[in-house]
């Protein structure tokens, strides 16, 4: 069978993982790689012996023995080389998030769809094994109707000049949103803070986004550069259960407590007091396969077949709408701004 | 020395931990107790051999042997009978939320500096060996400039229906946020969920609130009786350490945080998400007096001597303005409120 | 239908907790307390008006109007009180442990049998609803066979000089042990430390001892007065699943482990070493009655019907025969007991 | 400056971490590598071009252009590949266990000494940032007199035919001990269990050890690969504070508390009970430098330089002599060994 030949553009923090995952994938062959730092492309060749390296990304957007372009570069880069990439016939691969702008990323889908071509984003996540069973089950109604959704993603450091914790945090959570709640968001509101003991151009590094879902679910986001506690945590909460999917628990990452909720009388509410209202809960194995290589076999497979990928250029479009959104908001003091 | 003659409106949910803690007062002479359901009495009774009881609050009110009155009814009552209590001379502690409205706290406020008479409000958190430290440590700028609180109060259950879960859990980090930081409250926004499978009257069961203080401090809570997870957790921020108070931790309640960020360009950023950006750690002993026995405590001796409270009226006052607030963003889609 | 008379024996640190429970027991009438310490007898009486008192124990002892004795005196008295008490007619719940010698719990056995009345000792765990699902989990097969029990019961401070911690600590394990798993225990070994610094009668505070079922099974438990971190777990490890009951967590004190084991070579050793060997997990819901109540509620059920009491004294004795044992190990240098 | 020339043997489950490692000290050439699985020796080639490779492991041993042995071959081959390079004037790093036997562990320090060549058994943990910092902390004297060290090691399966828990699992908690607390073992006893549900030939996979120093510290360690739970935790006790080294806390795996004990009279002990007996803790910022990487730089520069290793082969002896006497005393049904 025909093997997907592929270019990568770009070998700082994310490349090195796409490139060795790529490798692991059959039906793939990894031909080349531009960087304009040539000690990336030293190491870049160390790795990966035989490699062809480039130092200007371009080179590798008009090769003929090339069909697919992964974009690792920074995200103000992703809409002109993914545009170019298109026009040259090539499958497109984008790190998250897919673009700056709504009218950049609706520009891809349009190329995409024109040329018949696969373009995907790289919303690792919905790859993951948790996520994926967390799906399931929602969609088997175990939880009920899902109420709301409340993410945390906290820790300490990573603090960058050149993008806010929203765009840097927020769309691994708006993509898992958007792949477990098949509903579209209707408003969204935001506040932040800068903090100003690290100059005047310093980015928002604490953010809580509020989204509403058409479907009424509450989604509600923590993010934060600030936290010296690590949170990677999520509640989904149903009319009959709750689901804790905590990204961090090496044993179990997936919790499902049965409902213990009740409505109570004044008379009653002492005693109620005194017991812990809880459930049954519930711990299922969940598969641990690297989340990254599930999604580069995707990516190949849907480049190959001309499958709908998973995470495409729509999803990538909800996710920069997103974050579009919560800017707007931040820049209005927290307004709520109907999408 | 004259002990402090106690007279106590309510034997509920909270009534019978408020009389056990004035018994330990040396200071009070626990006299009567009212309430209009008889079995209760009889359990009042039962504990606390020799107590007199009443079916009639008003009773209480009006007698000459009693020198202060203890409001522990449901919330719609407690203006009616503190403003009843301090016409009569009464000093007046009362469950929290002081009163319902924005007017009647301040009538209240009012009342008791014209009778000059103690006005208090049960605060309880605010007399924890914990917030108190925390208190102290903010205070010596151990943590450098705050600027942000983050508070998850969430539970299962205690589902009401005469009380939202912002009136329910709100008044406890409302009051925690004005002992800890001096600086009003300027913006509010607010949202929630009230599951609509409990019925059409069911009140707010989660909700994220925000407020933004006049020095810059952004606070947010989140409160909820949907979470089987329970978590009594706040997070301090500040220029310097980053304090975490986790009130469930049996051993340190306490734990504050080396800062560990820096300013980071994209070519360190890979180094640097390799290594946890963690500094050192310490964990304080904490006092662990019961605060309800340190706030019974600290009302007799205000009511004896005129000492002002801790939690005085213009306190109770806050945090009801903050629950006003916080009901008119829910009411208005989360839109924020300008105090 | 007829109650049962109680007098008590002792009011220090677990005699006020007896006759708290005692007192909700309905067919249960709690008629005297015996203490030699006046100030512990009016705390009785303020705690329980109408509570006859005397500073007598013999007193009681001989009461017609009595039917059951409860002794929570130090355990050096308990053989002469309940000995005296079986003589006279009354049926005994002793507190843990029994007695200090086999010889004297294997005499109270016979008297007690003898005179047909009901000898129960307080092993207050086995009336836990943890406990009780444990033994039912184990019953039901579902654990497979059961190859062994680590226990551990460690924490800081109650560092005492009449009693050593394996006295102070084991008797719950050894009830525990005893309940869940019918075997008898065939050899014991302890080892166990006692701090000098505290002076020269200072008893053990640490200790580790093992215990081989006549079955095959391998408990071990670690005891100890000088651990910051407060431990309250037991594993029990079976062919099929494994058990953790951890005593502590106010969620889930029962989880139950699919068993994940597999042989393998080492072919395959760095593979596996890769991923967690996990299976699901399960935390069922368990009874938070308080388990004094429950075990008060038993005795005056098997005192009134002449049921045979679920700790009995043949319990009791097998509780003081390991004690016995493991410090005759300790004795000889932590030496292989046979039993 | 000249590099050390390494020639490894195996390449199976470890070797390729250690060669890994190899390539990133600088004075080190790693020239070839010997396994007799030829898929082996094809991965370690894609993984570092450029590499030499054998398929008979005495082919290095005679080789003039490599100055060092690295042995990562199953543990009964240890001692013959060792003392060939050693004859051969190459310098040794053993993977743990040094070897199968005293004599054979004797044999090879004498070869060293006689041969002035480096003998070094990779014990990783005492390379570790936090096990230094422990030794450190000992070494000032802050834990007061050490009491007792007790080592927690268990997890789920990894279940192997040729080597058992202790030999597999020991030598870590071992080697750790015998770098903290520099005082000879006295005495030694062990039990544990093998399951026969795996097979007669199933080796012991639950183990308690325990080992008396001369100093009288007592050390319990328990190993199993038959806990769903992992845990990689040491409680090292002391007369004035205790440390808690949690090897699996991403945070802080250090942990010190101040003391709480106090001797207490009956008297108080009910007082005392009613609180934690807790005082501050502090968890300091652990060195995270890969423990590996440390000890192969250590052992390159001992080869170049003629220091004497952290970890010699006395060290190696220490921890085989342990080995050793604890299969003693399982054979002997847990009687306590003398050394």
């Known amino acids: ?4 030949r592929v270019g990568i553009l770009g070998y700082g923090y994310w490349g090195p993982n796409l490139v060795r995952n790529l490798y692991k994938v059959s ?12 000690r990336r492309l030293d190491a870049a060749v160390i790795a990966h012996p035989g490699l062809e390296t480039s130092s200007d990304a371009q080179e590798l957007l008009y090769r003929n023995d090339i069909d697919a372009i992964v974009v690792a570069t920074p995200p103000s ?12 016939g090539k499958h497109v ?19 995409a769809k024109r040329y018949k071509l696969t373009l995907m984003v ?18 088997s109604g175990e939880l009920g109707d899902v109420w709301y959704v409340d993410a ?25 949103l958007n792949y477990l709640i098949q509903s579209e968001p209707k408003t969204v509101s935001a506040v932040g803070i800068a903090p100003v003991e690290y100059g005047s151009g310093t980015p928002i590094s604490l953010a809580y986004l509020t989204v509403r879902l058409a479907n009424g679910v509450l989604a ?18 149903g009319s009959q259960k709750t689901l804790v999917y905590d990204h961090l628990d090496p044993d179990h990452q ?22 812990r209202r809880i459930g049954d809960m519930y711990a299922p194995k969940v598969d641990q396969t690297e989340p990254l290589e599930q999604m580069c076999q995707h990516f190949v497979e849907c480049a190959l077949s001309g499958k709908t990928p998973l995470s495409d250029g729509v999803d990538g479009l909800k996710v920069v709408r997103l974050i579009d959104a919560t800017i707007q908001s931040l820049d209005q003091g927290g307004a709520v701004i109907a999408l």
């Open 77 to 88: 880069t992703h809409y002109l080389l993914a545009s170019i990439a298109l026009e040259n």
């Open 254 to 275: 997936i919790k499902i407590y049965d409902k213990g909720l009740e409505t109570i009388t004044e008379g009653d509410r002492r005693r109620l007091l005194s017991e």
């Open 152 to 176: 945390v993603r906290i820790n300490l450091g990573l603090f960058q000049r050149d993008v806010n914790v929203i765009q840097d945090l927020g769309p691994h959570d708006f993509s898992i």
């Open 93 to 111: 691969l984008v790190e998250k998030p897919l673009s700056r702008s709504i009218d950049e990323a609706k520009s891809l889908i349009d190329m």
């Open 27 to 38: 039906d793939c062959q990894v031909v080349a790689i531009a960087d304009n730092d040539q």
């Open 122 to 139: 790289d919303h690792t996540f919905v790859y993951s094994g948790a996520v994926r069973m967390i799906r399931d089950i929602i969609s």
């Open 1 to 4: 069978m025909k093997k997907l």
């Open 220 to 237: 509600q986001f923590h993010l934060s550069w600030l936290s010296p506690v690590k949170i990677r945590r999520m509640l989904i909460g």
